[in-house]
Nanobody
Framework: QVQLVESGGGLVQAGGSLRLSCAAS????????MAWFRQAPGKEREFVAA????????RYADSVKGRYTISRDNAKNTVALQMNSLKPEDTAVYYC?????????????????WGQGTQVTVSS
C-alpha cells in the first residue's frame, strides 16, 4: 500500500503558475501509474493528467493540454504537476492518485490510492 500527500496549492492570479507535488511513502512510486485529478465545488472529480511508470508516457485532459506538465522522480518518490497560464476555471481541489495497473487511464475508478488533496484557487 502507498500513502500519498499533496502540497503546493494556494492562491494565484489568472495567468500565474503553481507547482504541485505529491510525495509517496510505503512503497516505491515506480510500481504505479500516477495521475492528478481535480474537483471543483459542485462538480465531479475529473482527470487532469497521468504519467506512466517510467515517466516517458503522459496523457492530459484537453482543458489543460499545453498549460500543465506532469513529471515524476522515482528516485525521490515524487510526482509533480507544473501548472502555467492558470485560469479561474482551474480552481479546484487537486488530488494525486496511484494505479497498480500499467495502463495509463483517465478513468477515476481505475486508481487505487488517493491523497487528501490540495486547494488551488485562481483569482480573476
Amino acid at each position: 500500500q502507498v500513502q500519498l500527500v499533496e502540497s503546493g496549492g494556494g492562491l494565484v492570479q489568472a495567468g500565474g503558475s503553481l507547482r504541485l507535488s505529491c510525495a509517496a511513502s510505503g512503497r516505491t512510486l515506480s510500481s504505479y501509474v500516477m495521475a492528478w485529478f481535480r474537483q471543483a465545488p459542485g462538480k465531479e472529480r475529473e482527470f487532469v493528467a497521468a504519467i506512466g511508470r517510467s515517466g516517458t508516457t503522459t496523457r492530459y485532459a484537453d482543458s489543460v493540454k499545453g498549460r500543465y506538465t506532469i513529471s515524476r522522480d522515482n528516485a525521490k518518490n515524487t510526482v509533480a504537476l507544473q501548472m502555467n497560464s492558470l485560469k479561474p476555471e482551474d480552481t479546484a481541489v487537486y488530488y494525486c492518485a496511484a494505479s497498480v495497473s500499467p495502463v495509463i487511464t483517465a478513468t477515476r475508478g481505475r486508481y487505487d490510492y488517493w491523497g487528501q488533496g490540495t486547494q488551488v484557487t485562481v483569482s480573476s
